[in-house]
């Protein structure tokens, strides 16, 4: 319960005070009102003691009383009206409010620091950081009191304003005070009318209120005298005959108006009494007072009721006083059945208007300080001389009456002593007792005199003697079972217990228990329950009984008890704010009962229509709630402070409120969502109008995910327009890839490198067209005039309703490079300023229920200048919900993109605020938090730069493994701006080709290449022989030493793109060798003709998709012919077998392959002609069938630089194989072989044992091995398409770089996969390890140098054996059959060769029993030495004994080189067998 400045003892001595009527005559009321004051306000600060009194009870005793108060009121004979009381504790409470500047009130319990004030309302809302920084005057203590004046108020003004009833005598006159002025003609004939009148007014059966203590009232004359215009003699000697008349102790002379109200005030007098008039007001609505709240009149009334009951235009008998109504008497046309707080208290503009208007009204203009000290002196008179004498005097006859009717003993105060230490009879529980409620006591009757005498003794602070005859009362009240009575002696006697001094017995709870539950329950009156709640609690409370005082108040705050026909809220909500109190004030706080009850009490207030304490109780229980993942307590506390922030007029604070439910995760129902976003668009539309011209607030929906913001700069791209396809380039549709950013980063670099002669860019930047959370923003981006600038805005719907957006666009602020404005800022532009910025609005945007989607937003410069994107603008609204309109339903409309509005829609703004990354480079910033810039929104205009666009025609989406197509790219610049040095760079360059320097650019449409060969051709008749010999140079093909294959020129007429100008160009693609998917990046890079500063020059992307299937795979193998020399005596020729299968599986419909040309090329040999045993020259390969070719090969006699390209046709059209594209192709292939290459180098430098590098000596053995002959085999598919027969062409190349090594027409890994199948591939896979392992090795410095593997040396010596194929021979006439065999040894190296040549068999018995056995005659070894490049010869014998077959391939020949130790045996005669065949004749 909340604390209050008063204690409790207190609190209860101000509650009960002897009450003391006033009657006035009109002359003297003329007096005071010159103070503009009443009598009965005129005394009001001076009614409390400040000196002790004495006086002694019925034994005699002398008894103190302290701080005495006593209560003057004038005579309303008229009880108050329920309607009337309920209106004056509501305005009470509505008048009362937190003071503003007060030191804030904080109440610490366990985690929480709670702000219990009026700075809560401001404190504790949502919208604020951190509340705890707006907490002031915190001290050391750990608990601060918390006071709630509009409760004490009210609390004050509901004692004081309960009617008199008969079963109590608190409320009661107990005397009454006749006031006369001295400037009356007959004052003591007035005072006779105004004693008869009192008599009147008490004894009469016409007045049944006030009600009396007494039939023997004490009447008190006072004469008031009017210092400033009355005769003091007469005043005097009208005083001197009142004395003799009523005695001195029964008058007064009370002299005021010392000073006259035309005085100046000169001296600052005090004005003790507008603390008290600030509370009558409420109760009295008089017309020239000022007070902080007015009734607004029926059009019915013609007056107030004024401040003391008394009407001017109703006199009888020179009487002023009308008895009929009462101040809290209401107008008759009121509707008093009813009261919700808004039928009188109306917060219009006219009535604050008004009060400002008003000024204030001062009181005690006439008084002086000395008048001030005689109106004191006249109360402390009249309490010592008449009230308390007459009180004495009362209990003495009341306790004397009660003594000779009850006979007892000469003290009551003594018999209650035996009565308490006797035997007690059992008291009867409240359920056992009937409903005698409505039982009365005549008013002689003893029981009622000992209530009497208890109620004065209790005013006279008398409590001990109070509570015996309490006690006493309450036993007789609960045999006669009058329940009303016994309740009210046991509420009193439970105060008297507490306020006994000494404290001799302790509180009786159970006594105020037992009132409240008989009040309630039994009499049915809750005016008395309520009265005795509020005592009680102030007493458990000053005891630290919080919790019982809490349960005591909740009890009487139920909706079901109602109190004079309807629900008392007011009365409820306050009681429940002070449990909530008395929860937080405890030894161990309990603060969630706090915010539970604070929040039942807003609840109630809300609906008492105490709009400001409801908000302030839901601020302070949002103290409680706020950040404990509670969300559905905290949108019920949002919406309501939101709602009644909007009835009080504070429109920031509810748009705050309902924007805290709107951003946080809301797990209401979408009906309840939508309902907080209509009040919150409907509150955010009334704030929007009240200031339309000023700046755009912020909204809170939909989320902006702002890291997610995208920026593109550049056109969309162009769709496709039938066999006609744009660059991809870049757009917003595609997603970001870390490894492809990285991949054109390089190929930029690379190009750039290439147009800058090989020149490498120090701290290179790559252009950047679209911008995201994952790029490089550190740097301002670059947008170039004319060309828009798209900025994709991730929205996201965090609610159940969808949110439509209208009139979306962006918001930005520029400032032009070439000018700045007068004062020096650029202006922040929205719908101005077209001529320097273009921006697109989109008309509507619809973002369903909890959808995250994305806006595109365009802004066209059209200057050159500095941009800043600073958010986006749009009106917020909902769409009418699930409701069928015209009988169409909604979701249709939603298609359409025509969505209906329910007409509530605000216009606001979101900003685009993107932090940067971390930094975490230096030490600095690894031990702080810093973040680095993000420049993405803030792009720099550049002037005019050309823009290229790329279309390809034709371009094929499937190809076969090494098809060659031929397409055309058209090349148009759509800027007013010329372009130059076009260039494509691609990490595949065997892909595509332009051509080369001579190659033939017609046709020049695509339209009338359809039919044509992608190949230059010429007719031939030959067949199987070498038709065309030519010599080129690779760099005609771009494969010179000095240039980057990478990088292709783009063969551009004249090397410029004019504005608006487009050209057509061929371009040949070549299938990859790999099938599958595959995807090929181009990237065009072009320059502008004039240099610009900021931007060098331009890229445009393109990521072509191919999808390759099977055609062809080759495998070549060479060897050393076994014929030493050719036609023309030459010994260098060598034999290609070519192995061509057709591995297609016929998915792209092809039937069949045709071998049409085989080409070679290579520095130092060419194909000279094909050993075809078949007659049919075509060769046709089915699926899955293989060919095989055996080409001869010569050695070239001219100069090495060149290369020599040889064709062997297998049809009628010879394909010019050194020509583009064919070798285009070729040398690109052959690049991306030797990029491969040093990987196979050194796997083949892993092969020998010590893994040494190789001497000179070995090197000139592996030359002799090595071929760099390179083998292009062309073909033709048919395939069948849409019932047409296409002609498809390709060509495969196969590099053979030494004698007998296999080569592949496919990377090697992959083509053992399918030749030789996954098991033996797998077991080539194991060995690979084990050579990688050797590099680990280090070899010693003193070993001798690796010898190379012996299929190399093996190479040194060429062996061939010449005999007749057949020999006749007659065994019968001669057993020994001798022929002559002559052995040619030809030396293949540039240095001597020792040969050893060893003719003992070495023949297994499978070669014996095939080929049988003959015998070499002679010598069976021969050494001899052979000159480099020598050829030579040894004559043999072979000895036959039987005819047969037999192979005389037998001698193993041996050689080293001359500066050599090891010998090794060569393989030649191993290669092909030489069979002889002996005949008998």
Request: glycine letters at 6%.
């Amino acid at each position: 319960m909340a604390q209050r400045v008063q204690s409790a003892q207190e609190f209860l001595q101000d509650s009960f005070v002897p009450l003391v009527a006033a009657l006035c005559s009109e002359e003297a009321e003329r007096l005071t009102r010159k103070n503009n004051l009443g009598f009965c306000e005129l005394v009001k600060p001076f009614c409390r003691l400040t000196s002790e009194v004495h006086m002694r009870d019925p034994n005699n005793q002398l008894h103190i009383i302290k701080n005495l108060k006593i209560a003057v009121n004038n005579i309303i004979t008229q009880p108050p009206q329920p309607g009337a009381i309920r209106k004056l504790l509501s305005d009470v409470v509505t008048v009362s409010q937190p003071a503003e500047g007060l030191v804030t009130n904080v109440i610490t319990a366990g985690d929480y620091d709670l702000n219990i004030s009026d700075r809560s309302v401001k404190a504790s809302v949502p919208w604020y950081s951190s509340w705890k920084d707006t907490l002031m005057g915190l001290n050391t203590s750990t608990c601060y009191s918390a006071t709630t004046p509009w409760f004490e108020a009210y609390r004050e003004s509901f004692l004081q304003s309960m009617p008199a009833s008969d079963h109590e005598f608190l409320n009661h006159y107990v005397a009454c005070m006749l006031v006369v002025s001295s400037n009356e003609p007959e004052p003591v004939e007035q005072f006779l009318k105004l004693s008869q009148e009192q008599h009147r007014i008490q004894h009469s059966n016409e007045y049944s209120y006030p009600k009396w203590f007494i039939p023997n009232t004490l009447k008190y004359y006072v004469l008031l005298h009017d210092v400033s215009v009355g005769e003091e003699q007469r005043a005097d000697s009208v005083y001197e005959e009142m004395k003799q008349r009523y005695g001195t102790q029964g008058c007064y002379l009370l002299k005021i108006n010392s000073r006259g109200s035309n005085r100046g005030t000169d001296e600052q007098i005090p004005d003790p009494w507008s603390q008290y008039l600030q509370k009558n007001i409420i109760q009295n609505q008089e017309p020239y007072e000022d007070g902080p709240c007015t009734e607004i009149p029926n059009k019915h009334s013609d007056h107030f009721i004024p401040l003391d009951g008394l009407n001017n235009d109703s006199k009888a008998d020179g009487l002023s006083n009308n008895f009929k109504t009462h101040p809290l008497q209401l107008e008759h046309t009121s509707n008093s059945g009813c009261f919700d707080g808004t039928d009188y208290v109306k917060p219009n503009p006219s009535f604050h208007e008004s009060k400002k208007s008003n000024t204030w009204t001062p009181h005690g203009i006439c008084l002086t300080l000395t008048d001030h000290d005689r109106i004191r002196q006249f109360i402390q008179e009249f309490t010592f001389r008449g009230l308390l004498p007459h009180i004495e005097k009362t209990i003495r006859q009341l306790n004397d009456q009660l003594i000779s009717r009850k006979g007892l003993s000469r003290s009551l105060f003594s018999a209650t002593k035996k009565w308490f230490s006797g035997s007690k009879v059992p008291e009867k529980s409240v359920n056992e007792l009937k409903s005698t409620s409505g039982l009365l006591y005549p008013p002689e009757a003893p029981e009622l005199q000992i209530r009497k005498m208890a109620d004065l003794c209790f005013l006279v602070q008398h409590y001990e003697l109070a509570y015996s005859c309490y006690h006493t009362a309450k036993k007789d009240f609960l045999n006669d079972q009058a329940m009303l009575y016994a309740a009210g002696a046991l509420e009193m006697a439970a105060v008297s217990a507490f306020l006994q001094p000494g404290a001799p017995r302790p509180y009786p709870a159970h006594y105020m228990d037992t009132a409240i539950q008989t009040y309630r329950d039994i009499c049915k009156n809750m005016l008395l329950a309520e009265r005795c709640v509020l005592l009680s609690a102030e007493i458990l409370k000053s005891q630290s009984k919080y919790s019982e005082a809490a349960s005591l108040l909740i009890r009487l705050t139920s909706e079901q008890n109602a109190w004079m026909g309807m629900d008392l809220d007011l009365r409820s909500a306050l009681l429940l704010e002070q449990s909530a109190h008395c929860y937080i004030n405890m030894k161990s706080p309990m603060v969630r009962k706090f915010a539970f009850y604070m929040i039942l009490a807003g609840h109630r207030y809300s609906k008492a229509g105490q709009k400001k304490h409801a908000l302030r109780c839901y601020c302070q229980a949002m103290q409680v709630y706020k950040g404990k993942g509670w969300s559905l307590a905290e949108d019920h506390i949002n919406f309501t402070i939101g709602r009644q922030s909007f009835t009080l007029q504070q429109l920031d604070n509810a748009i705050s409120a309902f924007r805290h439910i709107l951003i946080n995760d809301s797990k209401q129902t979408a009906a309840q969502q939508g309902a907080f976003l209509r009040e919150y668009l409907y509150v955010y539309r009334n704030v929007s109008q009240l200031s339309p011209d000023g700046p755009l607030p912020q909204l809170p929906l939909p989320y902006i995910n702002s890291s997610a913001t995208r920026v593109f700069f550049g056109h969309d791209r162009r769709p496709a327009e039938g066999e006609k396809q744009a660059a991809t380039h870049i757009s917003l549709d595609q997603e970001y890839d870390s490894d492809f950013s990285q991949q054109w980063k390089e190929l930029e670099e690379q190009v750039v490198s290439a147009a800058n002669k090989g020149t490498t860019i120090p701290n290179f930047q790559p252009t950047q067209y679209c911008l995201n959370k994952y790029s490089d923003n550190s740097r301002f981006p670059l947008g170039v005039v004319e060309e828009p600038i798209t900025v994709e805005v991730a929205f996201r719907n965090p609610l159940k309703v969808p949110l439509l957006l209208t009139d979306l666009s962006l918001l930005w602020k520029f400032q032009p490079k070439d000018f700045i404005s007068k004062n020096g800022q650029a202006k922040e532009l929205e719908t101005c300023g077209k001529d320097m910025i273009g921006a697109e609005v989109i008309s509507e945007f619809l973002i369903n229920s909890e959808e995250t989607k994305m806006a595109r937003l365009k802004l066209f410069p059209h200057q050159t200048g500095e941009l800043h994107i600073l958010g986006v603008a749009y009106n917020l609204g909902t769409i009418q919900g699930t409701t069928v309109l015209d009988g169409i339903d909604p979701s249709v409309g939603l298609q359409t993109g025509k969505y209906l509005s329910n007409g509530m829609s605000v216009r606001g703004r979101q900003d685009l605020e993107i932090q940067g990354p971390r930094l975490n480079n230096t030490k600095e910033e690894k031990t702080a938090i810093k973040y680095g810039p993000d420049r993405r929104l803030d792009p720099i205009i550049t002037e005019e730069m050309p823009l290229l666009e790329v279309f390809f025609i034709n371009f094929p989406t499937g190809l076969l493994c090494g098809e060659i197509r031929k397409t055309y790219v058209e090349f148009v610049n759509v800027s007013k701006c010329p372009l130059t040095g076009v260039k494509v760079v691609s990490k595949r360059p065997e892909f595509f080709t332009f051509g080369g320097s001579n190659a033939i650019l017609t046709p020049l449409s695509p339209s009338a290449s359809e039919h044509c060969s992608a190949y230059k051709t010429v007719v031939t008749h030959s067949t199987s022989v070498c038709s065309l010999v030519s010599s080129v140079a690779s760099s005609d093909f771009g494969g010179g030493s000095g240039n980057q294959p990478e990088v292709v020129d783009v063969p551009l007429p004249d090397s410029v793109l004019l504005p608006g100008a487009s050209v057509h160009l061929p371009m040949w693609l070549r299938g990859p060798d790999e099938e599958g998917v595959h995807e090929i990046n181009f990237l065009f890079y072009y320059e502008s003709i004039r240099k610009h500063s900021k931007l060098c020059h331009r890229v445009l992307r393109h990521t072509a998709v191919i999808c390759t299937s099977r055609s062809l795979t080759v495998q070549a193998t060479v060897f050393r012919s076994n014929a030493l020399e050719d036609e023309k005596g030459e010994g260098d020729n060598m034999l290609v077998f070519v192995d061509v299968e057709n591995i297609n599986t016929s998915e792209a419909g092809v039937k069949e392959f045709h071998i049409v040309q085989v080409s070679s090329n290579s520095k130092n040999w060419k194909l000279k002609e094909s050993i075809n045993l078949s007659e049919d020259k075509d060769i046709k390969l089915a699926n899955r069938e293989k060919g095989k070719l055996c080409l001869k090969a010569v050695r070239c006699k001219h100069s090495a630089e060149h290369f020599t390209f040889a064709d062997i046709v297998f049809g009628t059209e010879q394909i010019i194989s050194s020509t583009s594209p064919c070798a285009d192709f070729f040398f690109r292939s052959l690049h991306s072989e030797l990029k491969r290459s040093p990987t196979q180098q050194n796997m083949n430098t892993l092969q020998g044992p010590g893994k040494q590098s190789l001497d000179d000596a070995g090197r000139l053995i592996l030359k002799c091995s090595e071929v760099d002959l390179n083998i292009i085999v062309l073909w033709k598919a048919y395939v069948v398409e849409d019932n047409k027969q296409l002609i498809l062409e390709g060509q495969h190349h196969v590099v053979l770089h030494a004698v007998g090594n296999e080569a592949f027409s496919f990377p090697q890994k992959q083509g053992f996969k399918k030749v030789l199948g996954n098991s033996d591939w797998e077991d080539l896979e194991q060995e690979s390890p084990e050579i990688g392992l050797l590099n680990f090795f280090r070899p010693d410095s003193t070993s001798v140098p690796a010898r190379p593997p012996s299929d190399q040396l093996s190479n040194l010596i060429k062996t061939r054996l010449h005999y007749p194929e057949t020999f006749d021979h007659s065994f019968h006439q001669e057993s020994l059959c001798i022929v002559p065999v002559t052995l040619l040894l030809s030396n293949c190296s540039q240095t001597d060769v020792d040969v050893i040549i060893d003719l003992r068999h070495k023949a297994s018995a499978e070669t014996l029993e095939i080929h049988g056995s003959f015998t070499w005659l002679g010598k069976t070894q021969y050494k001899l030495q052979v000159k480099s490049q020598e050829v030579c010869t040894l004559q043999l014998k072979a000895c036959f004994v039987r005819t047969g077959v037999y192979n005389l391939g037998t001698p193993r020949v041996f050689a080293k080189l001359s500066d050599q130790v090891t010998l090794f045996e060569t393989s030649q005669q191993n290669s092909m067998p030489a069979l002889i065949i002996i005949n008998n004749i």
